[in-house]
């Protein structure tokens, strides 16, 4: 079946500093959809992004990814990071032959210092 | 447009209970979502409705957990009975079968069982 890998558990960084969080995935299928959740302490995990188009970049809310399928490959990426990113961030995968059910990764939690 | 709702917000719970979570999804929405939230085992998938069928029901908590759906707007979680392990935040998400699979959640039930 599908599966999403987020290798880092735990990135720490400081404030100004470019975020880079990590997810890989694997599907059998071609067309898939990939997602950004973001959760901030105490709250539900919101959509941040999505895409499903190869090598074009998705931006929202200062935060880019592109879907690579060469590579099987979107990474969340943020210029220069913000104490308010602090929060803990799932990718998830999705595709049409599996009814458009969310497969998540185990999610990364980003710490971002003053 | 509402989004997901849950109640409670809170319970607490003795071991050997029976608890009984409650959520309306988006309207509209078809698919139904119910997940157990922890930090060491992320987020966890226990019951997936598509138009009020039951389409997947996580092997692991079959025994105990017990999701229904009772019709298109409301959908419980029993726990029955309840044991300290289960303490964790459920979540409940709704999505659209003509999207690409994109889950609104709601604002989650923190179970404690003593």
């Known amino acids: 079946g599908d599966s999403v890998t987020q290798t880092e558990g735990l990135v720490t960084l400081t404030e100004g500093l470019p975020v880079m969080l990590n997810c890989t995935y694997q599907t059998i299928y071609s067309n898939p959809f990939l997602f950004w959740y973001v959760q901030h302490l105490n709250e539900s995990p919101r959509l941040l992004l999505k895409s499903f188009t190869d090598n074009k970049r998705t931006e929202h809310q200062g935060f880019h990814a592109t879907l690579h399928k060469s590579s099987s490959s979107f990474h969340l990426q943020k210029s220069s990071a913000q104490l308010s990113d602090s929060a803990l961030y799932y990718c998830a995968l999705s595709d049409r032959n599996m009814g458009y059910k969310l497969t998540f990764g185990t999610g990364t939690s980003l710490l971002v210092d003053p | 447009d509402a989004g997901v709702t849950q109640t409670p917000r809170h319970e607490v719970a003795e071991k050997g209970q029976t608890i009984i979570l409650k959520c309306e999804p988006v309207s509209g929405h078809n698919d139904l979502f119910w997940y157990r939230q922890t930090k060491i085992q992320g987020l966890e998938l226990l019951s997936y409705?598509?138009?009020?069928?039951?389409?997947?029901d996580g092997g692991a908590f079959k025994d105990r957990f017990k999701a229904e759906m009772l019709n298109s707007s409301f959908s419980t979680l029993k726990i029955q009975p309840t044991e300290p392990k289960d303490s964790a935040v459920y979540l409940c998400?709704?999505?659209?079968?003509?999207?690409?699979?994109?889950?609104?959640f709601g604002p989650g039930t923190r179970l404690t069982v003593l």
């Open positions: 998400a709704s999505s659209s079968t003509g999207g690409a699979g994109e889950q609104y």
């Open positions: 409705f598509r138009s009020k069928s039951l389409m997947e």
